[in-house]
């Protein structure tokens, strides 16, 4: 199955992705995703949170495989206890037009704590 995967943070970079997915799964489109505001934090990599007052540019990528969200996952912690991040699907605007992608979203109880 073909899925398209929203990156806010490290993995907009193709060389980043490339690394991982030993490909480049296709061009990278400038997107946007509204409803969430960009935050950095103190590990050195970005994280995203609902706040519908805000958008987050990012790039938008095609043609992902399930064996690739499986790589990526790992990459962006879902394994981990706490999770760093969920996956979840939201809405993406490419201009005007509006898709579907999976997000990583950052998990407040691993970002927020004390």
Avoid: C
Avoid at 14 to 30: G, H, T, V
Avoid at 43 to 60: Q, S, T
């Amino acid at each position: 199955m073909n899925h398209r995967l929203f990156t806010y943070g490290t993995l907009m970079k193709a060389e980043i992705i490339k690394d991982f997915l030993l490909r480049i799964p296709s061009e990278p489109i400038k997107s946007l995703l509204k409803g969430y505001k960009k935050f950095p934090s103190p590990y050195g990599y970005p994280y995203i949170l609902p706040d519908r007052n805000w958008e987050v540019e990012g790039i938008l990528w095609e043609q992902l495989t399930d064996k690739d969200l499986q790589i990526l996952d790992d990459y962006e912690g879902l394994f981990e206890n706490p999770q760093l991040y969920y996956r979840q699907q939201e809405s993406i605007y490419i201009g005007r037009r509006m898709t579907k992608a999976w997000v990583y979203v950052g998990n407040p109880d691993f970002f927020l704590k004390d």
